[in-house]
């Protein structure tokens, strides 16, 4: 049974940083791609940023880039998010979420993802 666990959403002010972090348990991936989602109130889940586990390679929503990072740690079995200069719209619960069918292809759709956390509250104060 695999377990995503996400940590480190909280309040911030515009203009600040957080760090998600997201702990697999139950699996050790010799390749998948993980990725991070969001979804605000009445809106529907968006794709924000994701990995591919072997090879470290990115893909970012255009509204994250060069704000956002998503990297890894192999041996820890941890994605993280670093968030800076965030803005009031990227308020929403985030999730973390692990594709295992198509580790070589990075896919945005929230459909074809296999296994998802619980999701962490981040809210931006203007």
């Known amino acids: 049974q695999v377990q995503l666990v996400e940590s480190g959403g909280g309040l911030v002010q515009a203009g600040g940083s957080l760090r998600l972090s997201c702990a697999v348990s139950?699996?050790?991936?010799?390749?998948?791609?993980m990725a991070w989602f969001r979804q605000a109130p009445e809106k529907e889940r968006e794709f924000v940023a994701a990995?591919?586990?072997?090879?470290?390679?990115?893909v970012y929503a255009d509204s994250v880039k060069g704000r956002f990072t998503i990297s890894r740690d192999n041996g820890q079995n941890t994605v993280f998010l670093q968030m800076n200069s965030l803005k009031p719209e990227d308020t929403a619960v985030y999730y973390c979420?692990?594709?295992?069918?198509?580790?070589?292809?990075?896919?945005?759709?929230?459909?074809?993802?296999?296994?998802w956390g619980q999701g962490t509250q981040v809210t931006v104060s203007s």
């Open positions: 139950g699996r050790t991936f010799s390749s998948a791609v």
């Open positions: 990995i591919r586990w072997k090879s470290g390679s990115t």
């Open positions: 979420a692990v594709d295992i069918a198509n580790p070589l292809n990075i896919r945005r759709s929230s459909r074809v993802y296999d296994y």
